[in-house]
Nanobody, 129 residues
Framework: VQLQASGGGLVQPGGSRRLSCVVS?????????????IAWFRQAPGKEREGVSC????????YSVDSVKDRFTMSRDTAKNTVYLDMNSLNPEDTAVYYC??????????????????WGRGTQVTVSS
């Protein structure tokens, strides 16, 4: 499974940004994007990578960490094999490299790196005036 994240850039505080994650090469025969859980992680300078949001296969479960759950929303467009992360009310603490990841699993709590086998390269989001 290959993932390609994009959409990062410079955003002013209070602004919004949409990140995209295009997914391809599904390993499970007959599977589609709908079957996979997708998660977004981020890594700020000098900090460990943290799980931000996830959505399970067929959107059965969703989870976002407290720091973003009222501001970030994930959505899935199966026809485009793309998952989005819509980020609103951005603040400087959201500055990080954002990564998308995929696997066949549930989404019951904060996504953990060890649970996801497939990763895309990151996209930098910088929130600054």
């Amino acid at each position: 499974v290959q993932l390609q994240a994009s959409g990062g850039g410079l955003v002013q505080p209070g602004g919004s940004r949409r990140l995209s994650c295009v997914v391809s090469g599904f390993t499970l025969e007959g599977s589609t994007l709908d079957d996979y859980a997708i998660a977004w992680f981020r890594q700020a300078p000098g900090k460990e990578r943290e799980g931000v949001s996830c959505i399970s296969g067929h959107d059965r479960e969703r989870y976002s960490v407290d720091s973003v759950k009222d501001r970030f929303t994930m959505s899935r467009d199966t026809a485009k094999n793309t998952v989005y992360l819509d980020m609103n009310s951005l603040n400087p603490e959201d500055t990080a490299v954002y990564y998308c990841a995929a696997d066949l699993l549930a989404c019951w709590g904060p996504p953990r790196q060890s649970e996801y086998d497939y990763w895309g390269r990151g996209t930098q989001v910088t929130v600054s005036s």
